[in-house]
């Protein structure tokens, strides 16, 4: 089983700072089947970004992915007040889903 | 616009059987390439998927869980179904369902799948 590790668990940054966030895989993961989610309190996760770098429907182009084998990114070029929130890396593979334990991006 | 909605006992004693059906609306659970999915989040903590089922009833599940789940579709009713046997406190988390979707790259000519509809999740409780 893939064991995917994201830091930091914790990001504290401003509205209007850039973030990056890194999801490492415990062995090489097809770009095609890394997903990062983005969840609010009391809600369910929202997909954002597929394949790595494909962002989902109605997703914001501040929001990118990128990455490849073992390290992927997700950043957020301009962290807006919505966008506080955890988020979730996530890989498919050998018939396998499994999610990173998330990191939290709060105001500082 | 695909709706999904959880449905199920919000609680259940230890040594018991956890029981959910999620309801798919606005569309059609019989589209090849797509699977539905059961995800659980115990409070407080990240997201764990527990397995996945096709509309001709293949599944792919956890093996952390794989001796206790058994999951089923319903064509007909547009629903797909998960039991967990012999539960703990330690299953006490709020389930989702999700579509899991395959996606065409054109560029690249290969499959990608992410989970891009989720339902809005039900709390389960395992308390004596």
């Known amino acids: 089983e893939i064991v995917l590790t994201q830091s930091p668990g914790t990001l504290s940054l401003s509205p209007g700072e850039r973030a990056t966030l890194s999801c490492r895989a415990s062995q090489s993961v097809s770009s095609s089947y890394l997903v990062w989610y983005q969840q609010k309190p009391g809600q369910a996760p929202r997909l954002l970004i597929y394949g790595a770098s494909s962002r989902a429907t109605g997703i914001p182009d501040r929001f990118s992915g990128s990455g490849s084998g073992t390290d992927f990114t997700l950043t957020i070029s301009r962290l807006e007040p919505e966008d506080f929130a955890v988020y979730y890396c996530?890989?498919?593979?050998?018939?396998?889903?499994?999610f990173g334990q998330g990191t939290k991006v709060e105001i500082k | 616009q695909l709706h999904l909605q959880e449905s199920g006992p919000g609680l259940v004693k230890p040594s018991e059987t956890l029981s959910l059906t999620c309801t798919v609306s606005g569309g059609s659970i019989s589209s090849s390439g797509d699977y539905w999915v059961w995800i659980r989040q115990p409070p407080g903590k990240g997201l764990e998927w527990i397995g996945s089922i096709s509309y001709r009833g293949r599944t792919k599940l956890s093996p952390s869980l794989k001796s206790r789940i058994t999951m089923s579709v319903d064509t007909s009713k547009n629903q797909i179904s998960l039991n967990l046997s012999s539960v703990t406190t330690a299953d006490t988390a709020v389930f989702y369902c999700?579509?899991?979707?395959?996606?065409?790259?054109?560029?690249?000519?290969?499959?990608?799948?992410?989970?891009?509809?989720w339902g809005q999740g039900t709390v389960v409780t395992v308390s004596s």
């Open positions: 999700a579509r899991d979707r395959e996606y065409l790259d054109t560029l690249t000519g290969y499959y990608e799948r992410a989970f891009d509809i």
């Open positions: 996530q890989q498919y593979g050998n018939s396998l889903w499994t």
